[in-house]
């Protein structure tokens, strides 16, 4: 049913809109409004999260007979309506444009039907008794807003939440997990050096007596806040975390299910809910408290972010990340589930949200969601008034928090006073090394801004580091000499740019263009730019590109890869840097689940490496694939977890291999190593930071790193 027809008033964000008189109000206060804006507006209003094309709206906006300059009047009014509501086509919050198609309406809109009278006014009371008959319609008009708001389930917007810290631990030292108990008495968490429980009030804190070698994450608590569910990797390396209840008193740690992790238990302490699997193919699971009936509620190629129970403990919510490999979208919506009729429900959906939310008691739904640029690495926690019947948001969103951090989990206590909310903080920074013939030298960091910094390539002599940064906003592509402090801006705009490297001459550099978020069309530009600056040039456009490489003159080869959903392979194409598209390496494509970025193509323009497995539990390898031959090998390398990124050497003859070597769950430790053809791994630098992938210089004497590093700990919030 059109959004008219339910409401003439409409309202989102912090506005209102009366679509009879065409007023519209901000906080109250009235803004000024023409009547082409207020006509695309309503039209939008009227089909909220759907395109509204440019042709729709020319049909409302202006006849078939009436002849004016489409084009531009339809985008003034938009600029118009813009303004009115405070956001720009760069940075949108209401009106989101869809390139080549039209505009879409992006926050939620709440219609309200107007109250109409039930009786006639009274008769105008004697003058001697005003006073009285003025309480009394104080009391009536208070008894009324009273009974509607609990009719209707909704509440005053709460003001943000008051915080205290509850953890301090520093950078070296992040809490990987914590929860608040269910009588908001005790925090239970873990970091590096073991599992502790806190109490909330008095600060006291103490370990909890764990079997040696049980490195267990805390989970969920069960009601009465003596009882935990945790998880528990007994190979780290090789299986999948377990689930296990434990009390914080001691005793014996009791076995629920052979696989799982992210539980959360029924607030009446019956049922538990969790994920299996890994990112490749997760699942969400449901078993009794006592570990008997598992059965599979969902799973296939989504991911799953938190699940949260209701109140009533006869439903609960998790976020949905809809599968988008190589669309450039990015699709999550919180959907619920009835455990009697096995219904699902969606319940909000949002392309911003996080991956954390906790269903309160009176019918709140909280939520992280994504700030917009230039904060978009930010996450703050808002929450909508659910529906009882209909269980949809009933009143526009609010803020909780206004932080610059990530929201790592969230936690309530039973009566929904009191969040536990596990705050992270990341740095990714550009560090430089020195290969010392068995080892490399101690990391040095390069870059000093605290946003997010990738490097991908060298200049041809070795002096300088190509990487992107967020520190402007969107990704820009700088330049950095080894010997400098900050970087030079070689390519900005108002877009996402990836991937720096170099052409095959050294006198240019390609980068991608990253596909629009939210919009249909999943093509990656791939531009180039002299190294010395100038103007960027196109070279070719193809959905999908995540990576590409150039060898080195006198080899002249370029190749990229894509992914699309209509594809269970990841492709490999030869193409011009110059300009234009070459062929498909048809015998080089790999499965998906190997690994999107993880591969790389020799200097010499002979070798494509790529990762056999990305899977952690599974045996971490290289795949070889001579291009000249057309023959592949496989070489396995044991002690890695996790692959992060990999890179050939100068010489061709190795290549330089990160990844992550897991310790126990309480911490992990990442590392490079170099690998030659002949199948021997060497480490060469562990730690001290997460190293995402090693880049070798031209000569072969400098290795650049691009490091990761995280801080977290836990905050109380209340009277939100």
Known sequence: MPIREVGRIIRFGAFEIDLHTGELRRNGLKVRLQEQPFQVLALMLERPGEVVTREDLRTRLWPADTFVDFDHSLNAAIKRLRDALGESAESPIFIETVARRGYRFITPAIPTAPVMPTAPAAPKPNRYYWPVALVSAGVVLVLLSLALITSNGLHPEPRLASQRRLTANPEDTPLTSGVISPDGKYLAYTDPSGFYLRQVDGGETHAVPLPKGFDALPESWFPDSVHLVVSWAEEPKKTPPSLWEISVLGGTPRKLVDRGSSARVAPDGSKIAFLAGVWDHEEIWLVQADGNSPRKIDGGTDLFGAVAWAPDAKRFAYIRTIDSHGSGRRDKQIESYDVTSGRRETMLSEPRLGDEIAWLNAGRLIYSLQEFQP??????????????????????????????????????????????????????????????????????????????????????????????????????????????????????????????????????????????????????????????????????????????????????????????PESEYYRFFTFDPVGGNGTELVAAKMKKEEGLNQWALSPDGKYLVTCKSQNPYKQSGLRILNLAEGTERYIPVSGLGLVGGMDWAADSKSVWLSGFLRRNAWGSSSAVLNVDLSGRARMVLEGPMSIWWAVPSPDGHRIALSGHTESSNVWLLENF
């Open 375 to 564: 904060n978009e690495s930010d996450f703050n926690l808002w929450w909508v008034q659910l529906d009882s019947r209909t269980r949809r948001p009933s009143n526009s969103p609010a803020r909780i928090t206004n932080d610059g951090t990530f929201t790592g989990g969230i936690s309530s206590t039973i009566d929904g006073t009191r969040i536990a909310l596990l705050r992270r903080a990341f740095k990714d920074e550009v560090y430089l090394t020195e290969w010392q013939g068995q080892r490399l030298s101690a990391p040095r960091k390069l870059t000093l801004d605290e946003r997010k910094n990738f490097v991908f390539s060298w200049t041809p002599d070795g002096k300088a580091v190509l990487f992107t940064s967020d520190r402007y906003g969107p990704f820009h592509v700088f330049k950095q000499s080894i010997d400098e402090t900050q970087p030079v801006l070689l390519v900005g705009g108002k877009d996402d740019l990836e991937v720096p490297r170099l052409s095959p001459d050294g006198s240019g550099v390609l980068y991608l263009v990253s596909a629009k978020r939210g919009e249909p069309s999943s093509n990656v530009q791939l531009m180039r730019i002299p190294l010395s600056g100038g103007t960027s040039q196109f070279v070719l456009e193809a959905p999908g590109i995540t990576n590409y490489e150039c060898a080195r003159l006198p080899a002249t080869l370029c190749i990229y890869g894509r992914i699309g």
